[in-house]
């Protein structure tokens, strides 16, 4: 089971459960590979709608490196995501949010 409390998502992809979770070597690798802007601007087109798939892409495999997957973005282009691009999106965008996410005083 996905932790959210520790930034896990989880993700159905060819009919087996994924846990993903954006570490901060899955966020390097991330930054990284942006072929433009920095994470803080992938967050703002997550925030105003305007991602593109690569984004959706770039954070699916980077989350599924962080939780210890050891594949490609190129392992996932015949891959069947449970849910279709949508799902896929909002795992990118749940992954984003939880990464960034502020523990609540308590």
Same mark, same amino acid.
């Given at each position: 089971?996905?932790? $959210?409390?520790?930034?896990?998502?989880?993700?159905?992809?060819?009919?087996?459960?994924?846990?993903?979770?954006?570490?901060?070597?899955?966020?390097?690798?991330?930054?990284?590979?942006?072929?433009?802007?920095?994470?803080?601007? /992938?967050?703002?087109? =997550?925030?105003?709608?305007? =991602?593109?798939?690569?984004?959706?892409?770039?954070?699916?495999?980077? +989350?599924?490196?962080? +939780?210890?997957?050891?594949?490609?973005?190129?392992?996932?282009?015949?891959?069947?995501?449970?849910?279709? $691009?949508?799902?896929?999106?909002?795992?990118?965008?749940?992954? /984003?949010?939880?990464?960034?996410?502020? $523990?609540?005083? +308590?």
């Amino acid at each position: 089971m996905a932790n $959210p409390w520790s930034g896990e998502v989880a993700l159905v992809i060819d009919g087996e459960r994924h846990v993903l979770k954006l570490t901060l070597g899955a966020l390097a690798e991330l930054e990284a590979g942006l072929e433009s802007g920095t994470l803080i601007e /992938l967050v703002e087109r =997550f925030e105003g709608g305007a =991602f593109s798939s690569r984004d959706v892409l770039a954070l699916i495999v980077a +989350g599924l490196r962080g +939780g210890g997957w050891q594949g490609s973005a190129a392992d996932l282009v015949q891959a069947e995501i449970a849910g279709g $691009p949508m799902v896929a999106a909002r795992v990118a965008a749940e992954l /984003l949010a939880r990464a960034f996410m502020l $523990p609540e005083a +308590g």
